[in-house]
Each structure stands twice: as C-alpha cells, then as structure tokens.
C-alpha cells in the first residue's frame, strides 16, 4: 500500500532563509507525488507533482522539489522564505490501484512559520 | 471558472442532527471527490463519483454517511445521527478525466462542528 511520512510536524525558518520540508513515500509502483499548501481556513492548493517526467519539479511561488527514488524522498525547497508562506504543506502519493482516479493519500502535513 | 465551491463553510449542530454539504465542482469536471480533514491531520478519502456514478467509498464513510451526485454535477454529502467524532473539515474536490495530469482542485471545504 502507498503511503507518506513527513520527517517534521513544525518549521520554522527566518524570512529570506532557505526553506526544506521532508517527505518520504511507500510505494510498490511508480508513484505520482504532489506537494499541496494549505492556508488558514483556505483550500489545498496545489503546489506542484511529479508524474514521472523529470525528477527535478518546479512549482508555483518559487518551491520546487526533487524525486529521488533511491532515497524514497520527494522534499520541498525554496531557496528564500517569504511571510506569506507561512501554512500547513501536506506531502501526497496517489493510490496506483486506485484504477487511474488518482486517489490521493495525504502526509499528516508540516506547519511551516516564517518570522521577521 | 470558478473554482469547486462549498456550502455551508461552516456548520455546528447538536448531536443526533442530520447535516448535509453541498459540493459545486468545477464546470466540466467529471470526477468529484469528498474528503475529510481532522486537526493536525492530512485529509482522508471519503468517497469519488465519476459522473453520476459512485464508484467507491472508504470504509471512513459509516452507514450514517451517504453522498450523492444525481445529475453528474453538483454533490452532496449527508450525516445523519451526528456524533461528537464527525467534527471535521469536509473536503470536496473536483478533476476532469479528460484533462492532461488529472489535477485535482479543492474547495475551501465544509467545517462541521457537533455539540
């Protein structure tokens, strides 16, 4: 069975620092992987997935993240924090025996604060 | 598009009450999802229509549980006899089949709050 462990519940990282939330995956097939952010009493917004094509994936707002099979890591960076990243970054692999609806199978998620 | 919309935001209801959620995916989305969300945790799968088609429910989704998608568009999601446990964030989401990468978008989501 999938399934997704994110290394830390909490981040904090000063604003304009670099930023590193963990993921790793369970999977027997070929994963897709996403990374979601979540704000205060807001949506899931997708931040970016890999879907097989390249392992190096750069998503919206400067985040990108990198596949790496033999670690069985798909980490989250971005190499300068802003105030408004402040949220909660839920880590997701797709149930491959899902029969191609892509259910998702979401990470207990990491809190990431930003200060001044 | 505007975007999977959700009604109500915001629910609390005394236990024993029956509640329902309204879910409006995005238009030309074939495939809904409905999702829950408790503190401190990710959300889990609930239950996925494809069209007006429920193609499978998660053992999460007890016999008090029922969701509905009659006409392929909007959906619901009704609990009835509520207890204290089903205080959660109710998640609905939406993707089309026909897209490229099947993105899956969600809405804002439905809090429930039972007193």
């Known amino acids: 069975a999938q399934s997704v462990t994110q290394l830390d519940s909490h981040v904090s990282v000063s604003e304009g620092t670099p930023v590193l939330l963990r993921c790793n995956y369970s999977?027997?097939?070929?994963?897709?992987l996403f990374w979601y952010v979540q704000h205060p009493n807001k949506g899931l917004q997708l931040l970016l997935k890999y879907t097989s094509a390249a392992t190096l994936v750069k998503g919206i707002n400067g985040f990108e993240a990198e596949f790496k099979k033999s670690e069985t890591s798909f980490h989250l960076t971005k190499p300068s924090a802003h105030m408004s990243d402040a949220a909660e970054y839920f880590c997701?692999?797709?149930?491959?025996?899902?029969?191609?609806?892509?259910?998702?199978?979401f990470g207990a998620g990491t809190r990431l604060a930003v200060h001044p | 598009d505007t975007g999977v919309s959700q009604n109500p935001r915001h629910k609390i209801t005394k236990r024993g009450q029956n509640v329902t959620f309204r879910c409006d995916p995005i238009?030309?989305?074939?495939?809904l999802y409905w999702y829950r969300q408790t503190l401190g945790q990710g959300p889990e799968f609930l239950t996925y229509f494809q069209n007006e088609a429920q193609l499978e429910k998660s053992r999460l989704l007890s016999d008090r549980f029922s969701a509905e998608r009659p006409k392929g568009s909007f959906s619901t999601l009704e609990i009835q006899r509520t207890e204290q446990g089903d205080s959660a964030m109710y998640l609905c989401a939406s993707s089309s089949s026909r897209a490229p990468g099947n993105t899956i978008y969600f809405g804002e989501g439905s809090w429930l709050t039972v007193v």
């Open positions: 999977s027997s097939y070929s994963p897709s």
């Open positions: 238009s030309e989305h074939n495939r």
């Open positions: 997701v692999v797709t149930d491959a025996l899902s029969g191609g609806y892509n259910k998702l199978i």
